[in-house]
């Protein structure tokens, strides 16, 4: 991970060098970020696995009560209004929508790096070239 996050700053330190010839762009920034979360995501967890092994006196559970763990929570009923609502719900909440958001970034990058290979592609596809006639006779 942290050789990860020093080819980030390595590609937002290209991004601010106007002399840098490969120049990644703002969207290629963001797509790599996107990757990280993904990666960072994945790491927590596995985290989660190991505090649930700990608190299993390090026994390994069996499927279905891992199955059961990973179910999410329910949604919370709304509180009333004497109640003031957790901090804690919502930091989860814009957690959550942070990922999300982080997918849909990923999957609109992705979308157009298709898009302009699929566009060049097709531009290679369609080029013509033209011969006078002139010089086609010898």
């Known amino acids: 991970m942290s050789q990860k996050f020093y080819q980030f700053r390595e590609l937002c330190e290209e991004n601010l060098n106007p002399n840098a010839h490969p120049r990644p762009t703002s969207q290629d920034l963001a797509g790599f970020w996107d990757m990280l979360q993904l990666s960072i995501e994945n790491i927590s967890m596995k985290f989660d696995e190991l505090h649930q092994l700990k608190a299993n006196n390090w026994k390994?559970?069996?499927s279905n009560d891992i199955k059961?763990?990973?179910?999410p929570p329910p949604v919370p009923?709304?509180?009333?209004?004497?109640?003031?609502?957790?901090v804690r719900d919502r930091s989860l909440e814009s957690t959550e929508r942070q990922r999300h958001e982080a997918r849909k970034r990923l999957m609109s990058a992705?979308?157009?790096?298709s898009v302009?290979?699929?566009?060049?592609?097709?531009?290679?596809d369609s080029i013509e070239i033209y011969i006078p006639e002139a010089q086609t006779r010898l």
């Open 68 to 71: 059961e763990r990973r179910v």
């Open 116 to 124: 302009r290979q699929n566009s060049a592609t097709e531009s290679a």
């Open 60 to 62: 390994q559970m069996d």
């Open 77 to 86: 009923k709304k509180p009333s209004k004497g109640q003031a609502p957790l």
């Open 110 to 113: 992705k979308r157009a790096a």
